[in-house]
């Protein structure tokens, strides 16, 4: 961006000396413009990485919160298990 005004500059003060005002005022309007555009696709590829971060962020979560419950699912089962076989032991005992 630096160098782009730079060479804006550069351009304005060569042909300023040279008496070409109006094709310096033609590189200045085109050299604002694609410093305009310059900082539009900047923001656009701010904003996709931005929505990668967010979703690699739920991704990570959502991850985390599965192997959770599935280690608390186990869990319960193997309770339940342990019940239903204490519970069948009793029902045979009468």
Same mark, same amino acid.
């Given at each position: 961006m630096l160098l782009l005004l730079l060479l804006?500059?550069?351009a304005i003060v060569i042909c300023i $000396?040279?008496?070409h005002i109006k094709s310096a005022r033609d590189q200045v309007d085109q050299l604002w413009e694609d410093l305009k555009d310059l900082a539009d696709a900047r923001s656009l590829a701010l904003a996709a990485a931005k $929505?990668?971060?967010t979703f690699d962020r739920d991704a990570a979560d959502?991850?985390?919160r599965v192997q959770v419950r599935g280690k608390n699912t186990i869990s319960?089962?193997?309770?339940?298990i342990?019940?239903?076989v204490s519970l069948a032991i009793r029902s045979m005992s009468f």
């Amino acid at each position: 961006m630096l160098l782009l005004l730079l060479l804006l500059f550069t351009a304005i003060v060569i042909c300023i $000396e040279s008496g070409h005002i109006k094709s310096a005022r033609d590189q200045v309007d085109q050299l604002w413009e694609d410093l305009k555009d310059l900082a539009d696709a900047r923001s656009l590829a701010l904003a996709a990485a931005k $929505e990668i971060h967010t979703f690699d962020r739920d991704a990570a979560d959502a991850k985390e919160r599965v192997q959770v419950r599935g280690k608390n699912t186990i869990s319960l089962l193997a309770t339940n298990i342990d019940i239903s076989v204490s519970l069948a032991i009793r029902s045979m005992s009468f």
